[in-house]
C-alpha cells in the first residue's frame, strides 16, 4: 500500500505563489511518476504537471512558465512551485502516484485547496 500526505494549499492574492508538497510512504515502486492534477467546482479533474523518478516532466500549457515541478527521490516527495498565480488556478489540487511495472493502478492523495482571490 502507498500513501500520499500532501500540504501546502491556501489562499493567495493573485500574483502570489505556494508551494505544495507530496510525501509517497509505503511500498514504493522505484520507477514511477508522481505529480500533481486540480479540479475546479463543476470541471473535470485535469492534469497540472508530473514527473518521473528519472527526471521527465510534463506540464500542462496552461502552467507553463509559472509553474514549476521537482522531486527529492530520496524523500519520495514530489513539489509544485506555483508562481504569479491567477484566480483560474483555483481549484483543489491532488497529489498522483503511478509506478510503471504496474498497469491500471495508481494512488490518490486527498486533495488541498488552492484559492487565488484578492
Known amino acids: 500500500q502507498v500513501q500520499l500526505l500532501e500540504s501546502g494549499g491556501g489562499l493567495v492574492q493573485p500574483g502570489g505563489s505556494l508551494r505544495l508538497s507530496c510525501a509517497a510512504s509505503g511500498s514504493i515502486f522505484r520507477s514511477n511518476v508522481m505529480g500533481w492534477y486540480r479540479q475546479a467546482p463543476g470541471m473535470q479533474r485535469e492534469l497540472v504537471a508530473t514527473?518521473?523518478?528519472?527526471?521527465?516532466?510534463n506540464i500542462a500549457h496552461s502552467v507553463k512558465g509559472r509553474f514549476t515541478i521537482s522531486r527529492d527521490n530520496t524523500k519520495n516527495t514530489v513539489y509544485l512551485q506555483m508562481n504569479n498565480l491567477k484566480p483560474e488556478d483555483t481549484a483543489v489540487y491532488y497529489c498522483n502516484y503511478k509506478p510503471l511495472a504496474v498497469s491500471r493502478y495508481d494512488v490518490w492523495g486527498q486533495g488541498t485547496q488552492v484559492t487565488v482571490s484578492s
Open positions: 514527473i518521473a523518478t528519472g527526471g521527465t516532466t
